[in-house]
Structures are given as structure tokens and as C-alpha cells.
Nanobody
Framework: QVQLVESGGGLVQPGGSLRLSCAAS????????MGWYRQAPGKQRELVAT???????NYADSVKGRFTISRDNAMSTVDLQMSSLKPDDTAVYYC????????????????WGQGTQVTVSS
């Protein structure tokens, strides 16, 4: 069973920093693009950042220059380093990974983590 587990969320003051981590585990044949999404109360889930298996990154304009996404292919993890945090960054942050698993055949789809709460407040 494939599982994504996020960690690192918490309470931080405006201007502070936080590092989120996501670890993928299970019967993983291939781990493709990984990313972070967030959803604030009453709002749609939105893309924060993605990173391909080759290291190409993509960021939402709202976090560009403040957040950095990285991955460790050997450990099957993806991190999100967040700095200069603003109250508008408050949300549940979800990890997503495109994963190929081998059952009777190769199957590929997106997997989602359970989310980790990030709260930015004085």
C-alpha cells in the first residue's frame, strides 16, 4: 500500500520559517513529479510548488522567492522550505506524488497525503 505522510506543520509568527517534509512509502515502482498544495478555509485547493524527478521546479506566483521545493530521490521524500511566511500562507498543506505501482501490471496515478496544518499568526 502506497502512503504519503506529511510532517513539519505548526504555528509560526509572520516572517518566520517552516520546513515541511513528505515521505512516500510502499510498493513504489517509480516516483514521478511531486508537489505541494494548500487549502485555506473556504478556499479552493491550490498548487504551491512541484518538482519533477529530474529536478525541474514550478512555483505559484504567490510563493515564488519565498518557498523552495526539493526532493531526495534516494529517500523518496520531498520538502518545502518556507520563509518570510505571511498570514495568507495559513492553510492545510498537502503532499502529492505521481506514483507508478506494480500489481498485476504497471499502474500510475496521483497519490495524496493527509495534509499538515500550517498556521501563520502573531
Amino acid at each position: 500500500q502506497v502512503q504519503l505522510v506529511e510532517s513539519g506543520g505548526g504555528l509560526v509568527q509572520p516572517g518566520g520559517s517552516l520546513r515541511l517534509s513528505c515521505a512516500a512509502s510502499g510498493s513504489i515502482f517509480r516516483l514521478g513529479t511531486m508537489g505541494w498544495y494548500r487549502q485555506a478555509p473556504g478556499k479552493q485547493r491550490e498548487l504551491v510548488a512541484t518538482i519533477t524527478s529530474g529536478g525541474n521546479t514550478n512555483y505559484a506566483d504567490s510563493v515564488k522567492g519565498r518557498f523552495t521545493i526539493s526532493r531526495d530521490n534516494a529517500m523518496s521524500t520531498v520538502d518545502l522550505q518556507m520563509s518570510s511566511l505571511k498570514p495568507d500562507d495559513t492553510a492545510v498543506y498537502y503532499c502529492k506524488a505521481f506514483i507508478t505501482v506494480l500489481t498485476i501490471r504497471l499502474d500510475s496515478r496521483d497519490y495524496w497525503g493527509q495534509g499538515t496544518q500550517v498556521t501563520v499568526s502573531s
